[in-house]
């Protein structure tokens, strides 16, 4: 079982979203469970269209649930296809409960699931806080999502630098809302000194997919946008895929 963090130094740059497609697309190779480690504002499940999960990981946590109990499973369908199951470790937003957890459970927790998948994702908070850092501590190997800008390049280089001096591996980084800028993914290959593993195009077809809980690689598996995130699936899983957007760069196509 590999445990991969979703991680980034600046928020709102697509994290969630990553986690959610990269798990549907890691699913074509083996059994995959989704973690929302963003415990203080988690909303994973929002984006596979669950209505706020009765019980969580923050129970889990608090040890008043079983971690069974807080899985979701769902079918992973790409368009009439069924594909398999894919997991769902979901989170919720109490600040009362967030006093009450101990973080450091999380390594205990992802202990417990050796051997019952393949790959674990985990949906890592941005930035550098306790809440950011132990989710990440606990992976074997970390990705950085960034957007095609200096500030947000700049912010993962230091989270790299903390995933490195804790011993956690850097696997790579991963571009997203990609629209073609010249030198971005070279500048982002040499601040924060990994390789590019994907690139994800800007889309308005992901972002309504987002909106309505349906992952765009479960509904528009055709796609280039989710043609973008099964050669990201690829390229960690270890395929010697080319990384490179996936046919022309049309926002509006998706
Ligand atoms: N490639 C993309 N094209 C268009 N919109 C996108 C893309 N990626 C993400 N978005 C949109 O950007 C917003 C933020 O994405 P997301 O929630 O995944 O970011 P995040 O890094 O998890 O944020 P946070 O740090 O707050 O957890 C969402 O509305 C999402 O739909
Ligand atoms: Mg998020």
């Known amino acids: 079982m590999v445990v991969i963090s979703i991680c980034s130094g600046k928020g709102g740059v697509g994290k969630t979203t990553v986690s959610v497609n990269l798990s549907v697309s890691l699913s074509l190779f083996g059994r995959v469970l989704v973690i929302d480690g963003d415990i203080a504002l988690p909303n994973l499940h929002t984006f596979f269209g669950i209505d706020d999960p009765f019980i969580s ?22 368009g009439n296809e069924s594909i398999g199951e894919l997991h769902i470790l979901p989170s919720s937003a109490s600040v009362k409960a967030l006093e009450e957890i101990n973080v450091e459970n999380f390594k205990e927790i992802v202990d417990d699931l ?85 690139i994800i195009r800007e889309s308005k077809l992901l972002r309504s997919c987002c909106e309505d809980g349906t992952p765009v690689t479960m509904k528009k598996p055709s796609s280039n946008v989710s043609r973008e995130f099964f050669n990201l699936a690829r390229r960690i899983v270890g395929d010697d895929v080319k990384v490179k957007p996936y046919g022309k760069l049309k926002y509006y196509l998706g």
Do not use: C, W
């Open 114 to 198: 050796r051997g019952k998948y393949d790959f674990v994702v985990v949906d890592v908070a941005a930035g550098l806080s306790k809440y950011a850092i132990i989710p990440m501590l606990i992976s074997d190997v970390s990705y950085l999502v960034v957007n095609p800008e200096r500030a947000s390049i700049m912010d993962s280089q230091k989270v790299k630098k903390i995933a490195e001096i804790s011993g956690v591996r850097v696997g790579g980084v991963i571009v997203n809302r990609y629209r073609g800028e010249k030198g971005m993914v070279d500048y982002a290959e040499k601040v924060i000194g990994r390789e590019v593993v994907g």
């Open 57 to 78: 990981l923050l129970d889990v946590l608090k040890d008043t649930s079983y971690l069974k109990d807080a899985i979701h499973r769902m079918r992973v369908k790409m």
